[in-house]
């Protein structure tokens, strides 16, 4: 369940690494661009003074399409396999956020350069009515984190996720996703 967002990181630094450019001259959007990642997320106490478990190992491709304002994001946590699909309101910054499984929904709002943001919000209600998840995330061109609290029903802190993650290549990618 706690896999459920890791969406938003901007684009990672050049290092070799495709990504994509910004509009071109005529106003177009970038093309269609994915990013890979690879890190790891601790679930903790709310305080995050105490380890719930070892640390999940992550992956994510995260493909974003700026003509339709969309980012699809496959996440891996620790083998366990989701998908999150995030759709522009409009010529916003904010995403509506939904996954396949149908578990929850909410938002995302990004700050910083438009398709490179580099600060995010997330607002997300869980589907079962068991809680909800708020948090923010940055990406400074070469470490994304993000931290998120996730309430009960009541509005209780229950737990504390930190991701940590940073941008691989594709082939980097493929071989990790291989192994698991």
């Known amino acids: 369940m706690l896999w459920l967002i890791l969406a938003c990181a901007p684009r990672v630094p050049s290092r070799g690494l495709t990504i994509h450019s ?3 001259d005529t106003g177009s959007p970038p093309a269609p661009f994915t990013l890979y990642l ?3 997320s601790q679930v903790s106490s709310p305080d995050g003074s105490s380890a719930y478990g070892p640390a999940d190992d992550v992956l994510v491709r995260r493909t974003s399409t700026p003509a339709q304002g969309q980012i699809v994001e496959e996440t891996w946590y620790s083998g366990e396999a989701g998908r999150t699909t995030l759709v522009r309101q409009g010529d916003t910054t904010v995403f509506d956020a939904s996954d396949a499984a149908g578990t929850f929904t909410g938002t995302l709002s990004f700050d910083g350069p438009e ?3 580099n600060h995010w919000t997330y607002d ?3 589907t079962d009515g068991s809680g909800s998840l708020v948090g923010e995330g940055t990406w400074d061109g070469a470490a994304w984190q993000s931290v998120k609290t996730f309430s009960d029903a009541d509005g209780n802190a229950v737990a504390r996720i930190q991701d940590d ?3 691989v290549d594709q082939a980097s990618f493929d071989a990790l996703l291989a192994e698991l």
Do not use: T
């Open 22 to 24: 910004s509009a071109d």
């Open 38 to 40: 690879h890190g790891s």
């Open 115 to 117: 398709w490179d943001w």
């Open 124 to 126: 997300i209600v869980l």
């Open 165 to 167: 993650l940073a941008g």
